[in-house]
T-cell receptor, first 114, second 117 residues
Framework: DVKVTQSSRYLVKRTGEKVFLECVQD?????MFWYRQDPGLGLRLIYF???????EKGDIPEGYSVSREKKERFSLILESASTNQTSMYLC?????????????FGPGTRLTVT | AQSVTQPDIHITVSEGASLELRCNYS??????LFWYVQSPGQGLQLLLK??????LVQGIKGFEAEFKRSQSSFNLRKPSVHWSDAAEYFC???????????????FGKGTLLTVNP
């Protein structure tokens, strides 16, 4: 079974802190994704990576950056956390290219910024 | 640009009753359609997907969905709901080019299902 793990299930940070969310997949997938999930808004793509050191902005990249130094690991970075970044963050990975690629999701990190 | 609409924010059914969750999509070409389920405190799990061929697709946990091109719909159904089906359900369409010849998934806003005993 594909396994996508996220470093924390719950995280509480203060405004202005630098925050790292880590995601690891164990199936040698090329593609990895970070989403943000908010009630009533569904899932919105923050960043996407299709290879080591390759990244693309999604729909809402402002205030975020990412790092992919190894194929299995994809990190989301909040350079200076703000209260409007309080949300659930979901990581996903996929093996296939094309519009039919199934994405496998981690359990999510619920981040609260106070 | 593609989009997905799930008209029902919240649905309540009794255990054993039938279920239909609605999904309408907008996409210029042949759509790649998905239904995902998110149980409380969990990530998303794929229930089923449609690419082409038979318009009635079977998925896991007894779910099925029917693609209707004329109505731009991909509704999810289950004949008899179990209490463990209580979750949030997301419809998604694949399309819109990303880097590396990849495509993005565009998700609907979700339908929360409550199951009464």
């Amino acid at each position: 079974d594909v396994k996508v793990t996220q470093s924390s299930r719950y995280l509480v940070k203060r405004t202005g802190e630098k925050v790292f969310l880590e995601c690891v997949q164990d199936m040698d997938h090329e593609n990895m994704f970070w989403y943000r999930q908010d009630p009533g808004l569904g899932l919105r793509l923050i960043y996407f990576s299709y290879d080591v050191k390759m990244k693309e902005k999604g729909d809402i990249p402002e205030g975020y950056s990412v790092s992919r130094e190894k194929k299995e690991r994809f990190s989301l970075i909040l350079e200076s956390a703000s209260t409007n970044q309080t949300s659930m963050y979901l990581c996903a990975s996929s093996a296939l290219e094309g519009p039919g690629a199934e994405q496998y999701f981690g359990p999510g990190t619920r981040l609260t910024v106070t | 640009a593609q989009s997905v609409t799930q008209p029902d924010i919240h649905i309540t059914v009794s255990e054993g009753a039938s279920l239909e969750l609605r999904c309408n999509y907008s996409y210029g070409a042949t759509p790649y359609l998905f239904w995902y389920v998110q149980s409380p405190g969990q990530g998303l799990q794929l229930l089923l997907k449609y690419f082409s061929g038979d318009t009635l697709v079977q998925g896991i946990k007894g779910f099925e969905a029917e693609f209707k091109r004329s109505q731009s719909s991909f509704n999810l159904r289950k004949p008899s709901v179990h209490w463990s089906d209580a979750a949030e359900y997301f419809c998604a369409v694949g399309g819109g080019l990303l880097g590396g010849s990849n495509y993005k998934l565009t998700f609907g806003k979700g339908t929360l299902l409550t199951v009464n005993p």
